[in-house]
Each structure stands twice: as C-alpha cells, then as structure tokens.
C-alpha cells in the first residue's frame, strides 16, 4: 500500500472519529439537558388534593389527584418549590408534615363554594398530646383562601395528659431553621393550641392580609411568636378580641397597619 493511500486511510479514520466523537457529545448533551428538565420538574412541583376521592398512588394531577397533603410533601426535595391545590369543601388533616427547606403554597380548588378546611390531627406521646399539623423547618409557607384550625382541649386523645408545648397547626423551630408565614384571606380560628408556634429566640415571621380572626372557644393565642415581625391588614376581628388573643406578649411587637408587598409565589 502506497504512502498516499495509507495517509488517505488514516484521515478518513480520523474524519469518522471525529463525526462519532461529535454525535457522542450531542448526545451526552441531550441527556444533560434532559437530567436537568427532569431534576426541575421534581424541585418545583403543583400537586392536587382530593381528600376524599384522591388516592396517594396517583399521580397528582387534576385528573388523578393525591389524596393527602403528607403524601405531597414527600414528592417534594429540600430545597424544592410546592404548590398545592387542595378539594374546596374537604377537611384536609394533617399530622407531623415535614416542610424541610421548601417554599409551600396552598390554594383550594374545585367548585364547591365552601370553604376548605386545615385541620391538625392529635396522636398520644410518651407523657404528652402532640397536636401538630406541620413540622417547619425553614420554610416559607403561603395558605389561601382556607378555614385554619387547630386543636380543642376536649380533642386531646389522652385528656390526663397536656398538649406538647411544640404543638401549633404550624409548628416551627428556631434550631432547625426560622420560617415565615404568609395567609392570604383565611379564617383563623382560636382554639387550645396556636395555628403558628415558634420556638424561642427564632427570627421568624407572620405576616396576613383579608380574611377574619374566629373564637372557637379556645384558651390559646392565634400565634405564638418569641422573636419576629407580626403584621396584619384587612383581617376582620371577631367582638372583643384584643392583641394578646392574637399573640402572647402583644406589647413588646408592632402590629402593622399595613403588610409589606408579598408576592411569593403567586
């Protein structure tokens, strides 16, 4: 074989490496491309609810909803981003739901012109009552439109025993993380434990717009708060109530007459 032949030989060898080479590349680039599109599509999720005809086997969708909010945070990573669209005329329960590092958004939908509702579910500690319907470990929660409860006396599984100090529909804790708090015309209603407890020292924040403050009868505080903003606008207060029915130690906190803009996730 002649020189000239042979060099022929060896620049198309290298011309078709090259084409493999270029079609191999494309093609880890595609596959990036679409780890990254799937890795998204996990982080940031809309999930439906349906407490009564979903099923936590589906798959979420409109047409096939889950059928408790603790199966939907599950499908969420920490860091990711959730937004749930919860049955309106349901009681949705909830129990230990863990919101680790997420941004949680809570809206109704449906055609039912009532009111969804968030309730906490109880269960009997060692040598306490738990009452908590989320576990925040910074977090940013926003709730729309619902009928927040949290827990009566006469709810306690174990009435001999006291409600867990860390019980609260939301319950947040400043060693593992401060959260914030958004309410977007929701009605609030006073019972035996808090709709928000934070732990002590926490910088933590709630801030609410429209909706109303409701006494159901309980002896607790709407929020307990030690450290942190509470702002407050266009709320509706039932008769008689007064700063300390909304949180403990009204007067070391301002009351805002306006809450800042929020946008989160709207």
């Known amino acids: 074989m002649s020189l000239e032949t042979q060099v022929a030989a060896v620049v198309t060898a290298t011309n078709t490496l090259t084409t493999e080479v270029s079609n191999k590349l494309a093609s880890i680039d595609a596959a990036i491309a679409n780890m990254q599109a799937n890795i998204g599509s996990v982080m940031s999720l809309n999930l439906f609810v349906d407490a009564i005809a979903g099923n936590d086997a589906n798959d979420g969708s409109e047409s096939s909803p889950l059928q408790t909010i603790a199966a939907a945070a ?4 920490n860091g990711g981003n959730l937004h749930l669209l919860a049955k309106e005329g349901q009681v949705h329960e909830v129990s230990d739901v863990i919101l680790n590092n997420i941004n949680f958004s809570l809206d109704r939908w449906g055609n039912s012109s009532t009111t969804p509702q968030l ?3 109880p269960y009997n500690g060692e040598d306490q ?4 319907g989320f576990a925040c470990h910074n977090a940013t929660v926003r709730v729309s439109s619902f009928a927040m409860e949290g827990l009566l006396d006469s709810e306690r599984p174990n009435v001999g025993e006291v409600w867990s100090p860390r019980s609260g529909l939301f319950s947040s804790e400043r060693e593992t993380g401060a959260s914030s708090f958004f309410f977007f015309g929701c009605i609030t209603k006073k019972t035996d434990i808090p709709i928000v407890r934070m732990g002590a020292g926490g910088q933590q ?3 609410i717009q429209d909706g109303s403050f409701v006494d159901d009868g309980g002896a607790s505080s709407l929020f307990y708060i030690s450290l942190g903003p509470y702002s407050e606008a266009g709320v509706t207060r039932y008769p008689g109530m007064v700063d ?8 070391s906190n301002t009351l805002l007459s306006n809450v800042p803009s929020m946008n989160f996730m709207e």
Request: glycine share 10%; hydrophobic share 40%.
């Open 74 to 77: 599950l499908r969420v990573p």
């Open 119 to 121: 309730k906490a579910v």
């Open 129 to 132: 009552n738990i009452g908590r």
């Open 205 to 207: 924040e709630i801030y």
């Open 244 to 251: 300390t029915d909304i949180i403990p130690h009204a007067g």
